[in-house]
């Protein structure tokens, strides 16, 4: 879990690469086409290597649960403490969340769309399922994954709609007909829950629209998420041997990346990140569900565990890389340009200097963490 978690942390810090700028650079290699198309989310419906990251650390969350639970009955914690614990960390998650979108705006940036919000809004569902039968999860990542399907569907599609006013081109090729129409971007279920209740909150002008397509509500197949990851975790603590889990994993995987293709060349749901869509679900989870099976079946059944030390030391301390990368990226570069200059980040020219520098600005954010590591410094919420 550590290592795949490390995995997903450094690719979501690997953004300061700015791989794009090689791109931009050698137009024609499509190398650089190759790594700046996964170091970035997809337009709308699809998905790339970086669409990855928050299914991944959402998923992660529910197979982390099953052991949090049982470590704190262990201690002898009723169920009202741990439902206290869990209520406070969905609190802190929401709240860090809107701080670290707000850190360089005017006044306070009231949004829920981002990774922390999202898994605070859905975590006090997701411990009290964590304590529920698995037949009750099934029938619930059921409910939600029909319920917010229908609830698309029942929303009634625009027709002759000004796209313009929600920041998307009337020409945009990613527009729908049919039942996929209900699920198009800015002129859905989840753009006018948003436009009614983001403007509750003080703001500097009213929302109209997420430029991206986010939405408040997708925190709720994001909890389908968190379950398929909680029923990951119960597999691994099941008693069961590491062959029959790792076949668990593989099928679950295989399951969930055919219905949710199957859901979208049918035009019954697009497979759309930014809303979190049924087909998502399915989709990312089976890619979750198989990287976690990768991780498994190298590190805990092959036993190889060395080559996976960083991955380990990024991934006990999730929350801090978050907040690094959020929070002291630019102080970083800018004190190495002030302390060296910008020639040593020009050895290799031009076009690779933001390279150099994110490549700089990693290893300075490792090196925290390896600190913290070594002294047993944890953030946990």
């Known amino acids: 879990m550590d290592a795949y978690r490390g995995f997903v942390m450094v690719l979501m810090a690997a953004e300061i690469l700015k791989f794009y700028t090689l791109q931009e650079a050698y137009p024609d290699s499509g190398f650089w086409a190759f790594l700046t198309h996964h170091q970035s989310h997809v337009a709308w419906a699809g998905c790339s290597l970086h669409d990855l990251i928050q299914p991944s650390f959402s998923f992660l969350v529910g197979v982390a649960l099953p052991y949090s639970i049982a470590s704190r009955v262990k201690l002898g914690q009723s169920f009202g403490v741990q439902l206290g614990h869990a209520i406070r960390r969905s609190l802190i998650l929401i709240l860090l969340g809107i701080f670290l ?149 593989l099928l679950a995987g295989a399951v969930g990346l055919a219905s949710g293709v199957l859901l979208h060349i049918t035009g019954i749901c697009p497979i759309v990140k930014r809303i979190w869509t049924p087909a998502w679900v399915l989709f990312s989870g089976g890619w979750c569900f198989w990287l976690l099976a990768f991780f498994y079946g190298i590190i805990d059944m092959a036993g190889y565990r060395k080559w996976a030390f960083p991955l380990v030391v990024v991934g006990m301390n999730s929350i801090a890389i978050y907040c690094l990368v959020h929070l002291i990226d630019q102080f970083i570069i800018t004190s190495f340009y002030t302390h060296l200059g910008h020639g040593p980040f020009l050895l290799l020219g031009g076009p690779f200097e933001s390279l150099l520098i994110g490549l700089a600005t990693l290893a300075t954010f490792y090196l925290i963490l390896w600190w913290m590591y070594r002294r047993k410094l944890f953030i946990r919420i």
């Open 101 to 249: 979108r707000s850190t360089h705006a005017s006044q306070t940036n009231f949004t829920f769309e981002d990774t922390l919000t999202q898994i605070g809004l859905g975590y006090p569902f997701l411990f009290l399922l964590g304590t529920a039968k698995t037949r009750t999860v099934w029938l619930t990542l059921g409910a939600i994954l029909v319920g917010y399907w229908l609830a698309f569907v029942l929303y009634p599609a625009t027709n002759g709609f000004d796209y313009s006013a929600v920041g998307v081109p009337a020409s945009w090729s990613e527009h729908y007909t049919g039942l996929m129409a209900h699920f198009n971007k800015n002129s859905n279920l989840a753009w006018a829950f948003d436009t009614w209740f983001l403007n509750l909150f003080p703001r500097a002008k009213p929302f109209l629209f997420n430029g991206g397509g986010y939405a408040t509500l997708s925190f709720i197949p994001t909890l389908g998420t968190m379950l398929l990851g909680l029923q990951a975790g119960r597999w691994l603590r099941s008693g069961m041997s590491s062959r029959d889990i790792l076949k668990y994993f």
